[in-house]
């Protein structure tokens, strides 16, 4: 993406961000989706970000498409989270392993907003560990047919199209050709059941959408295959790389906005007859936000330059190893340091940072599903160990 083209998409994602916020506020208030979200989406030409311009999209490069993700982030992290679900993990593995047939089945109607899409991996009982799943297909005459449970999906209830995983049901779990296959599946065929979490059921995020679905022998048509059978858990993990990314970033708007509001607020609120801002513990959490948001946006860079230079490098495995490193890295920094923003944010703000009437305290709860989902604290960790002590030192395979 040249220059021009990067500075025309980021000025569509502020404009889009300038208007969304009052919808987002509203929707907060009220623990609803918020449903204006896909709507302005459209209006500014904002979900096909990371789409080739083959199929309709903007064809942003990974540091640009984090740019966008950052300050969408500032927006909360509900309203990042749905552009990761559509494009990071939706439209990404299907632009990255999907055939031509499949590419141009979805992703121009990805990018027009006809099609939201979301990726399912994870079930009730497999999270961390996918190779778990017990979701299953078989080869019919025209295709598949698949069976299966999947939660926490993000996007889960308002998709059109879903990247889902699963074990062939008809060869042995001990069979060499017992590997997971990745699919693209139709939400509104007969045999798909979904049900969304209430936002009241959640934590935090009440303004984006999560959900559970269940597969009845749900027909998929043959070419509805992404990659090749058994490619799934390799199409699995490379995507939660641009996922991870995807959530650094958001992370890093977090910390941003935290940053916004207390600058803001320590030079309106005055206590002990002075501005808060002038009392010293007050500058130590100034301090410390500012020096996370540095920190964190010197990873994400430096982890958007490696996506970037691995993708012009498809066949370079050091190159491919050292993004998905940095994607960890990055991922567990961001959302460990956001947490923290949004925590040191509510401090400030006192009795006020308790409410969610108040920014600080809805990044508090937003922000802390980032260190779960697209790989947890703990697997992060033991990714990056591994990565430094050698393949052979994994502590989980």
């Not at 500075?7 to 404009?15: C, G, K, N, S």
């Not at 208007?19 to 204006?36: C, L, M, S, T, V």
């Amino acid at each position: 993406m040249n220059p021009a083209e990067a500075q025309r998409l980021l000025a569509d994602v502020e404009a889009f961000c300038q208007e969304i916020r009052p919808h987002e506020e509203f929707a907060y208030a009220e623990r609803r989706y918020n449903d204006q979200l896909v709507p302005l989406a459209r209006k500014y030409n904002l979900l096909g970000m990371n789409v080739a311009p083959t199929y309709g999209g903007r064809g942003a490069d990974t540091v640009t498409y984090l740019q966008a993700l950052a300050r969408i982030g500032r927006e909360g992290t509900g309203v990042r989270t749905f552009f990761s679900g559509h494009l990071s993990i939706g439209a990404y593995p299907i632009q990255t392993w999907g055939s031509e047939t499949l590419k141009q089945k979805y992703l121009p109607r990805a990018v027009r907003g006809e099609c939201i899409l979301a990726f399912g991996l994870t079930e009730p009982e497999a999270g961390s560990n996918p190779r778990q799943m017990t979701s299953t297909y078989r080869r019919t005459a025209h295709g598949y047919v698949l069976n299966g449970v999947k939660y926490l999906i993000s996007n889960g209830g308002i998709a059109d199209a879903i990247v889902v995983f699963a074990y062939p049901a008809d060869v042995a779990p001990n069979d060499p050709r017992y590997r997971i296959s990745a699919f693209v599946i139709d939400t509104h065929v007969p045999g798909f059941e979904v049900e969304s979490f209430t936002p009241q059921a959640k934590l935090g995020l009440p303004t984006s959408n999560t959900a559970m679905f269940a597969m009845h022998d749900l027909a998929v048509p043959e070419e509805n295959l992404l990659g090749r059978e058994g490619d799934g858990f390799r199409i699995a993990m490379g995507t939660l790389v641009s996922g991870r990314l995807s959530v650094a970033a958001g992370c890093l708007g977090v910390i941003e906005d935290c940053l916004a509001e207390v600058l803001r607020y320590a030079k309106e609120r005055v206590q002990h007859g002075k501005e808060i801002g002038r009392h010293q513990l007050v500058q130590e959490h100034i301090a410390l936000i500012e020096v996370a948001r540095a920190a964190t946006a010197a990873l994400v860079h430096q982890a958007a330059v490696a996506k970037d230079q691995a993708a012009a490098q498809p066949g370079d495995v050091a190159l491919a190893q050292r993004a998905d490193l940095l994607a960890a890295q990055a991922k567990f920094f961001a959302s460990q340091a956001a947490w923290e923003a949004a925590d040191r944010a509510v401090q400030v703000f006192g009795g006020r940072g308790w409410s969610t009437l108040y920014r600080p305290a809805r990044h508090l709860a937003d922000v802390r599903v980032c260190r779960i989902y697209e790989g947890t604290d703990e697997i992060l960790k033991l990714k990056i160990a591994a990565a430094l002590l050698g393949k052979e030192w994994e502590a989980f395979h």
